[in-house]
């Protein structure tokens, strides 16, 4: 999904998009916070790039219980002639519901070859991710 197609066209951070009834889109808050469940350091927490130690605590068998699997990939450039999709056996990546301007939103990744989870702000147009919803307390 694109953010906006994710989010359904709602730039509220926390909304439904296009989750399930009385569940929502992740927060960069939220993700932090799952991030320090699995033993990241907060200090790491506002840095771009791979970070930390920790995403192993987020996959199959970690202690999060998250189950985060390898294999979602992402698709570049959607609708159009060239999109072009890549990594999807080696990364997986998902949206949150945080901007970080009119254009861009943070993305959230883990990879084979990296032990850390990766923050980045990316376009919002030019790239689809999957999306893990939360339920709402």
């Not at 709602?10 to 932090?32: F, K, S, V, Y």
């Not at 002639?81 to 254009?103: F, G, R």
């Amino acid at each position: 999904y694109t953010w906006d197609e994710s989010m359904m066209y709602t730039r509220i951070q926390g909304a439904q998009g296009l989750c399930p009834m009385n569940w929502h889109i992740p927060t960069e808050e939220d993700w932090n916070t799952l991030e320090i469940e699995a033993g990241a350091d907060e200090a790491i927490l506002n840095n771009n790039g791979y970070r930390g130690t920790h995403s192993q605590q987020l996959t199959e068998g970690g202690a999060t219980g998250f189950e985060w699997i390898l294999g979602s990939g992402y698709l570049y450039r959607p609708g159009t002639s060239n999109a072009a999709y890549y990594n999807a056996d080696i990364s997986s990546i998902t949206w949150v519901s945080t901007e970080t301007n009119a254009s861009d939103a943070y993305f959230f990744q883990i990879r084979d070859t990296s032990d850390g989870v990766r923050r980045y702000p990316i376009s919002k147009v030019n790239y689809a991710f999957s999306v893990r919803c939360i339920k709402n307390e």
